[in-house]
């Protein structure tokens, strides 16, 4: 196959020693694969509001789909110059309260997760307890060289309150819309993140699915544990991108190690890696069986993640106490964790006052209006401790 991404692919695989040659097939046919899928094309609307059927019937299939051009060159610029001002404001390392210019790091004042650190090229939750135990299986940590770090920033939680460019993401009115389509127009917000693969040095994560609270529930089905948009701010490769089993959502609980034993390696054979373009937005299917390998390639991924639930998922429902310690979902919490979505919507609309905003149910039956300033942006210190987590 004529892969573009044909060196990042062998750079990676000469990482894995005698198994180089089969990394290299494994990817280059994962690619293949994964452009045989009609799950991508531009996100589109019928004339009642809903998500195009072609586009709602592949997402059933498939457990993802890819919106292609969703972010636009003047608002990818934007994203870039507010991502390099974020990252000059990371701690200097790990457990550090200032940056590289001696100031207060970001997160540094928050009681909430903020950065978290991983070591380069290493799989940090695998075959861990992390996550109720939910990456079943170690992934291989790769060697990053003698001029590595100790350690390369992995995930950076509660992400709304530190990027502007990320609230306006999260405001856009065609991926409010599209979660209207999957969860309802009072859908419900779930947690935001900016996964951080460097060229070189970005950690693994292992397979895994996310949903924890409801797979022995009466109501189980394909949507129960919500989707992850993942707006690619660089693109997504077989290399950087994340790896998902099409289909595996409706299937319940899966035996992760069993799939990996099937396979005779830690390369799921019925795998596809994301392959998109800097301005897509994925729509992830969070019962799907993915994961990603170490970055060794040579093009970095920035993935602005966010998702979203169905309300009765998590209405009055008890927490998975992973992204959040909340024991219990009330109405109270989730109006007051949903706020978010007003100032995102205001934020977005200040910036690109000729878009249409997006008019979200329960503000409106409720006549709730949110104003994005100073005392609104002061207001997100910590939001992320509300996170619902199912």
């Known amino acids: 196959m004529n892969s573009k991404y044909l060196e990042s692919i062998e750079t990676c695989a000469a990482h894995y020693g005698e198994d180089a040659p089969d990394v290299r097939n494994y990817m280059l046919e994962g690619e293949k694969r994964a452009y045989e899928l009609d799950n991508r094309g531009p996100i589109r ?19 993802f789909y890819i919106f292609e051009g969703v972010i636009g060159a003047a608002e ?14 990371f ?26 650190w991983s070591k380069p090229l290493s799989d940090p ?7 109720n135990g939910r990456h079943q299986v170690k992934l291989k940590d790769l060697d990053a060289g ?58 693994a994560v292992s397979w895994h699915q996310d949903g ?31 790896w998902v089993v099409p289909g595996t959502h409706k299937l319940g609980k899966i035996d992760i190690e069993e799939m990996v034993k099937a396979s005779g390696s830690e390369r799921l054979t019925s795998a596809v890696p994301i392959v998109c373009n800097p301005g897509d937005v994925v729509m992830c299917n969070r019962q799907l069986v993915h994961g990603s390998f170490a970055n060794a390639g040579l093009e970095p991924r920035l993935t602005i993640n966010f998702g979203f639930h169905k309300r009765s998922s998590v209405l009055d429902v008890e927490g998975a106490g992973i992204h ?18 007003g100032y995102a919507i205001s934020a977005r609309q200040s910036k690109y006052p000729d878009e249409q905003p997006y ?26 401790l509300l996170d619902l987590s199912i």
């Not at 990818?76 to 404001?89: C, F, K, P, Q, Y």
Request: proline content about 5%; charged content about 25%.
């Open 45 to 63: 609307f019928d004339d009642n509001g809903s998500l195009h059927r072609n586009i709602l019937e592949a997402y059933s299939k498939y457990g």
């Open 76 to 89: 990818m610029s934007d994203i870039h110059e507010d991502i390099a001002d974020l990252r000059s404001r």
């Open 91 to 116: 701690p200097i390392h790990s457990g550090s309260k200032v940056d590289e210019h001696g100031r207060p790091a970001i997160g540094s004042d928050c009681l909430g997760p903020g950065l978290l």
């Open 125 to 131: 939750l695998g075959g861990t307890e992390i996550a």
């Open 146 to 203: 003698a001029d590595a770090p100790s350690e390369a920033p992995f995930i950076l939680m509660g992400s709304l309150q530190f990027s502007e460019a990320a609230l306006r993401v999260y405001g856009h009115p065609a991926l409010l819309k599209a979660a209207a389509s999957i969860n309802g127009e009072d859908f419900a917000p779930f947690n935001e993140v900016l996964f951080i693969k460097d060229a070189g040095m970005g950690a």
């Open 212 to 242: 924890d609270s409801h797979w022995d529930s009466p109501e189980f089905d394909e949507d129960i544990h919500g989707f992850n948009f993942m707006a690619q701010v660089y693109g997504s490769t077989p290399v950087n991108g994340v």
């Open 324 to 341: 959040s310690q909340i024991s219990v979902y009330t109405d109270d919490i989730i109006k007051e964790r949903s706020k978010v979505i």
């Open 359 to 384: 008019d979200y149910k329960p503000f409106t039956e409720n006549d709730e209006t949110y104003v994005w300033d100073a005392a609104a942006k002061s207001s997100l210190k910590d939001y992320n």
